[in-house]
């Protein structure tokens, strides 16, 4: 996460913006995936995409977009830039493996923990994932600390494919274990901490996923904090309407999107 004085990605906060996140797509299911690129390719007005992070529900390397699934997810987000548009890529906490190379195949620019959106009037949004949100649940920041390592990331993108897939059930089985021990109200992310995050970067909105529930709140100081559902949900997805003002939505890819 920035700490509002590193440099971050900016964006024009603009009509013809789209924004996802948390779709959780298993590059070992080429069904799912292929359901995914069949919905982008039929989005043809669409000029830029943010993913909010969680494109893929678990990426431990390289060595997985030469599977299947994952050929058709980043074969849709390239035709994205075939047809004229943008694609953001932001980090999950399931997917912040994903590099320069993987992003380069997409046609997609990598933004890592954050991306800044600037409209003609100078207000500035920030999106990133959320995680970094859940202040509460110490054990987990631990271990994200730890696996965002240089020496731990460096591991993990040199594993051949078959050590690469085994090494991605075991964190996704883990993680659905933690998830199940722990109290809601540890993992829920914390409003002190986006009015926090707000004010370091200047931005007046903040919007992230990982919490899989739509929120659109008003928080202390005038901040505005969006929360998109999984992709699949209800409110799936946040656009830019033709006044310029960020509108809550239903991305029409239907409940089945989330695995």
């Known amino acids: 996460m920035s700490d509002g004085t590193e440099a971050v990605m900016t964006i024009p906060l603009e009509p013809g913006l789209?924004?996802?996140?948390?779709?959780?797509?298993?590059?070992a299911d080429a069904g799912e995936c292929e359901r995914f690129a069949t919905w982008l390719g039929s989005r043809a007005e669409l000029k830029r995409l943010v993913v909010l992070g969680d494109l893929f529900d678990a990426w431990v390397g390289p060595a997985q977009?030469?599977?299947?699934?994952?050929?058709?997810?980043?074969?849709?987000?390239?035709?994205?830039?075939?047809?004229?548009?943008?694609?953001?890529?932001?980090?999950g906490n399931r997917d912040f493996l994903l590099d320069e190379g993987v992003a380069s195949e997409a046609g997609a620019r990598l933004?890592?923990?954050?991306?800044?959106?600037?409209?003609?009037?100078g207000e500035r949004t920030l999106f990133v994932h959320g995680?970094?949100?859940?202040?509460?649940?110490?054990?987990?920041?631990?271990?994200?600390?730890?696996?965002?390592s240089r020496?731990?990331?460096?591991?993990?993108?040199?594993?051949?494919?078959?050590?690469?897939?085994?090494?991605?059930?075991?964190l996704r089985s883990g993680s659905k274990r933690a998830v199940g021990r722990k109290a809601p109200?540890?993992?829920?992310?914390q409003a002190d901490v986006v009015i926090d995050l707000s004010r370091r970067s200047e931005a007046r909105v903040v919007v992230c996923g990982h919490a899989h529930?739509?929120?659109?709140?008003?928080l202390g100081d005038g901040v505005r904090w969006v929360v998109l559902d999984a992709f699949g949900g209800d409110r799936d997805c946040?656009?830019?309407?033709?006044?310029?003002?960020?509108?809550g939505s239903d991305s029409g890819f239907g409940s089945g999107g989330v695995s």
């Open 18 to 27: 789209e924004v996802i996140g948390d779709l959780h797509l298993d590059p």
């Open 65 to 91: 977009a030469r599977m299947e699934g994952a050929q058709e997810v980043l074969g849709a987000l390239r035709g994205v830039a075939s047809r004229g548009g943008e694609v953001n890529l932001l980090w």
């Open 111 to 121: 933004c890592g923990d954050s991306l800044l959106a600037v409209n003609e009037r």
């Open 131 to 148: 995680d970094e949100f859940c202040t509460l649940d110490t054990s987990y920041q631990r271990m994200r600390r730890v696996l965002r």
């Open 151 to 170: 020496w731990v990331s460096g591991f993990f993108l040199r594993l051949p494919r078959s050590l690469a897939l085994w090494f991605a059930r075991r």
């Open 185 to 189: 109200e540890e993992m829920a992310m």
């Open 213 to 218: 529930q739509w929120r659109d709140e008003e």
């Open 238 to 247: 946040l656009l830019v309407d033709s006044g310029g003002n960020l509108v």
